[in-house]
């Protein structure tokens, strides 16, 4: 990939937008005002700029109005206060209530997906979903009984993959902390969804690196999908896996590490090729500051709070065995097409950032694993 990044580096001036260059002591680094976006729409992490979009999108919305939605949008960031953002889409979605949520029309208004939406979302979650079960009984070399009990971590935006689970014939329960409380719950969307679908899934609010009582050793699979790059205690976390199976339960997770071209996320996604891991922590929240006024805030606290930073691929295969499972299946994804921006004047910024990494942590966009409890470990 080296040889590919040379030649791909030649070019780069003519695949990206370069605005100017952000200098911190030797380093150079170029910003690009159309990077961020093509990587991940940033302005999408953003309620009330996503429902000004859905209005957009459904010609809902007045010429000013498309106006502002666009201009607050950016090339790179926001262009506006999150409170001017905040308080135009009230007042914009208000004429248009009744495809949000009510109460959120007094914060940051919230789509409300109609039950045909939902049902797409749904569809797609149950044929992802058999296509993860189908990995996982082929690597187990046997098949995983329907009627198995299944908790999946993460609901915070509809908890569609654990009713797909439902669907698909297995027993199926939720668990969630909603980013140790930084995230709004007061709309309950997974409630709303549960009942559309009458479905009999358990949703619980806990944290899956906490002891949860009255759940050990119930569960034949627990699963997650972008999900462990967000924990910071996974050691705790694996240990409470550990405890809430039941003998020789089984573990999935796919995830997305910070360390990946896509790893800082919406939040926190860089304006050139993985600058959220040139720079270290502190230099990026300075640059955040800088470059991103209306941002800069949520996105420290995100990347600070909700981005584990410390956990390669090996050190993460050693928390799985300490935990006391057995790794059946480890794999890394590294074909995105971005990671051809991986020079090494790039590589050499990071190592010299996080030493204990390398070169597949960078281009692992997508790690999935299985393991297997081999014992009680309290």
């Not at 935006?157 to 930084?182: C, M, P, V, W």
Request: charged content about 25%.
């Amino acid at each position: 990939i080296n040889s590919i990044s040379l030649i791909n580096s030649k070019f780069l001036k003519n695949n990206y937008k370069f605005e100017k260059k952000y200098i911190y002591g030797s380093k150079q680094i170029p910003i690009y005002s159309d990077y961020r976006y093509k990587i991940k729409p940033g302005w999408g992490f953003f309620k009330s700029l996503k429902s000004l979009s859905f209005l957009y999108n459904n010609n809902l919305l007045n010429k000013s109005e498309i106006d502002f939605f666009l201009s607050a949008v950016g090339k790179r960031t926001v262009t506006k206060s999150l409170r001017e953002i905040n308080s135009f889409s009230r007042e914009v979605c208000k004429k248009n209530k009744d495809f949000f949520y009510l109460k959120s029309l007094d914060n940051e208004p919230m789509i409300k997906n109609t039950f045909k939406v939902n049902l797409k979302i749904l569809d797609f979650f149950k044929s992802h979903n058999l296509k993860q079960i189908n990995l996982l009984n082929s690597k187990i070399k046997k098949k995983l009984d329907t009627n198995s009990k299944i908790l999946e971590i993460g609901f915070t935006t509809g908890g569609h993959s654990i009713l797909a689970f439902e669907k698909l014939g297995f027993i199926s329960s939720g668990i969630d902390n909603f980013y140790d409380g930084n995230f709004d719950q007061s709309e309950r969307i997974y409630i709303d969804i549960k009942n559309q679908f009458k479905s009999n899934c358990n949703f619980f609010i806990g944290n899956i690196s906490k002891r949860n009582y009255g759940l050990e050793n119930k569960f034949d699979l627990i699963y997650s999908t972008s999900v462990l790059e967000h924990i910071i205690d996974i050691d705790n976390s694996f240990l409470e896996m550990n405890y809430l199976l039941k003998d020789e339960g089984l573990i999935f997770h796919n995830y997305n590490p910070y360390f990946s071209v896509t790893g800082g996320h919406s939040l926190g996604i860089g304006d050139s090729p993985f600058m959220h891991i040139q720079l270290n922590n502190e230099e990026y929240k300075k640059y955040l500051r800088q470059n991103r006024p209306h941002e800069s805030e949520i996105a420290i606290k995100w990347i600070d709070e909700n981005m584990n930073k410390k956990i390669s691929q090996n050190i993460m295969k050693e928390k799985i065995k300490v935990a006391g499972f057995d790794i059946i299946y480890f794999n890394s994804f590294n074909f995105h097409k971005k990671n051809l921006d991986l020079t090494p004047e790039i590589q050499d910024n990071i190592f010299k950032n996080y030493n204990f990494l390398n070169k597949e942590d960078l281009l692992g966009n997508s790690v999935t694993f299985i393991a297997k409890k081999k014992n009680n470990v309290k």
